[in-house]
């Protein structure tokens, strides 16, 4: 079985840094890519930032020069490192990878979320 552990949410004040970590295992071959979205209550679901293998990464608008996506591949792992944050980012943070199995499936796979309150 495949699956995603996000963990590092919690409660920040404004201004504030946060750092998420999203592990990924099972029967993976490899990861083709790593993103991560949020969610708000009444808000769809958007992209945050996603990373390739090769390392390319891409930004949502709103978190462009404060958040920083990475990742180690060795370990299965990304990262989302979170600065200046502000109350528009209180969401809960999903991490989503797409993936080969070690069955050569080609996956979609989400993690379970964490949350982020930016609140003084």
């Known amino acids: 079985q495949v699956r995603l552990v996000e963990s590092g949410g919690g409660l920040v004040q404004p201004g504030g840094s946060l750092r998420l970590s999203c592990v990924a295992s099972?029967?993976?071959?490899?990861?083709?890519?790593m993103s991560w979205y949020r969610q708000a209550p009444g808000n769809q679901r958007e992209l945050v930032a996603t990373?390739?293998?090769?390392?390319?990464?891409n930004y949502g608008d709103s978190v462009k020069g404060r958040f920083t996506i990475s990742r180690d591949n060795a370990k299965n792992t990304e990262y989302l490192q979170m600065n200046s944050l502000k109350p528009e980012d209180t969401a809960v943070y999903y991490c989503?990878?797409?993936?080969?199995?070690?069955?050569?499936?080609?996956?979609?796979?989400w993690g379970q979320g964490t949350q982020v309150t930016v609140s003084s």
């Open positions: 989503n990878a797409e993936i080969l199995s070690y069955q050569y499936r080609q996956m979609n796979i």
């Open positions: 099972g029967s993976i071959l490899s990861i083709y890519a």
């Open positions: 990373i390739t293998s090769g390392g390319s990464t």
